[in-house]
């Protein structure tokens, strides 16, 4: 393992739970079926996850403007609020993901989303 690895790990698992944040901000906006709830969006992501959150990363000032107007301000106001926390410390989202960096996505993902549902379910 190359000393570069570790940080790309830890970069990748940050992308996860930047996607995550993102894509509950994005549900709490619009509905269950918002573009980065599909698994095909994240398959992308995973891989290439700079193009798959650009336009959404530029969106989220509307989408928590959106949530708040649907009466999910509670829940979206600390997400939004736990954004800046997984921006990768470097200028930009990785263009790419490779191998164990991509496990390392999708587990950033996870513990995101699991967190996310435990602090606030989503109403029913």
Known sequence: MTSGQPARHAEAYRCGRLYAAIAALQRLAQNEHHPLGRPESVAKAAARPEPVLRDPL???????????????????????????????????????????????????????????????????
């Open 58 to 124: 530029r969106e989220v000032g509307h989408y928590l403007v959106q949530a708040r107007i649907r009466g999910q301000g509670a829940a979206a106001d600390p997400v939004f609020r736990s954004i800046p926390d997984f921006l990768p410390p470097a200028k930009d989202v990785p263009s790419s993901l490779e191998g164990d960096e991509r496990l390392e996505f999708r587990r950033g993902l996870e513990d995101q989303a699991a967190l996310i549902a435990k602090e606030h379910p989503p109403k029913k």
